[in-house]
């Protein structure tokens, strides 16, 4: 059964670094086409993509948060690491990763982490 | 702001069928992914590509494109489709973006 679960701070400063973690199994890199993305919802709002990185070590950001977000793979732990800086209390959110696959001329995802609620606040 | 656009809310009777509809100029080019999410849970895949289900999705969900729209369609909606529904594709320059989401209510 293939599961997904995000881990880190529940809270955290203005101006600070959040590092989330992403620990995933019964899947790995090795299989092509794979991604693990990041993807947030702020409370009552819609879901905003963040970040994806892929089995070859391909990585695409959202434009507007570029400069703040580095996504990382360590494959022999099967995790994904995001960090975003300068964390303001807009960035309040409700934080998802989830497995990205291409299937029938479509990239979707297809398994969702449970999501981990982080605050910005001081 | 988003550049796939949703209508905010539909409302539906039950066994009736609705549409949710997900428009977007880089809708010519890619299919749309569409999810369901229901309060305090974490979205749930229900079509992807042109019209295919995961396994678990009931055949009352189904998928089309036309031009710069894709829709979803739930024929004959069930208590449990009272949700949040958002579509997932790229937007003009290729960047990955949600819609705006869509509520559905089931009367």
């Known amino acids: 059964q293939i599961t997904l679960k995000e881990s880190g701070p529940t809270l955290v400063k203005p101006t600070q670094t959040l590092t989330l973690t992403c620990t995933f199994s019964?899947?790995?890199?090795?299989?092509?086409?794979?991604?693990v993305a990041w993807i947030r919802q702020p409370p009552g709002k819609a879901l905003e993509w963040l970040a994806v990185?892929?089995?070859?070590?391909?990585?695409l950001y959202t434009p507007s948060l570029k400069s703040r977000l580095t996504i990382t793979k360590d494959t022999s732990k099967n995790q994904v690491v995001l960090t975003m800086t300068d964390m303001d209390p807009v960035d309040t959110a409700t934080y998802y990763c989830?497995?990205?696959?291409?299937?029938?001329?479509?990239?979707?995802?297809?398994?969702w982490g449970q999501g981990t609620l982080v605050t910005v606040s001081s | 702001s988003s550049e796939l656009t949703q209508g905010p809310a539909v409302s539906v009777a039950l066994g009736q069928t609705v549409r949710i509809t997900c428009q977007g100029d880089?809708?010519?080019?890619?299919?749309a992914s569409w999810y369901r999410q229901k309060p305090g849970q974490a979205p749930i895949l229900v079509i992807y590509?042109?019209?295919n289900r995961p396994s678990g999705i009931p055949d009352r969900f189904s998928g089309s494109s036309s031009g710069d729209t894709a829709s979803l369609t739930i024929t004959g909606a069930q208590a449990e489709d009272e949700a949040d529904y958002y579509c997932?594709?790229?937007?003009?320059?290729?960047?990955?973006?949600f819609g705006n989401g869509t509520k559905v209510t089931v009367l």
């Open positions: 989830a497995r990205r696959r291409y299937d029938s001329g479509s990239y979707f995802f297809d398994y």
């Open positions: 019964e899947f790995s890199f090795s299989m092509s086409g794979v991604g």
């Open positions: 990185i892929y089995w070859d070590y391909d990585k």
């Open positions: 880089s809708l010519r080019a890619y299919y």
């Open positions: 590509g042109r019209n």
């Open positions: 997932d594709s790229r937007d003009n320059i290729g960047n990955y973006v």
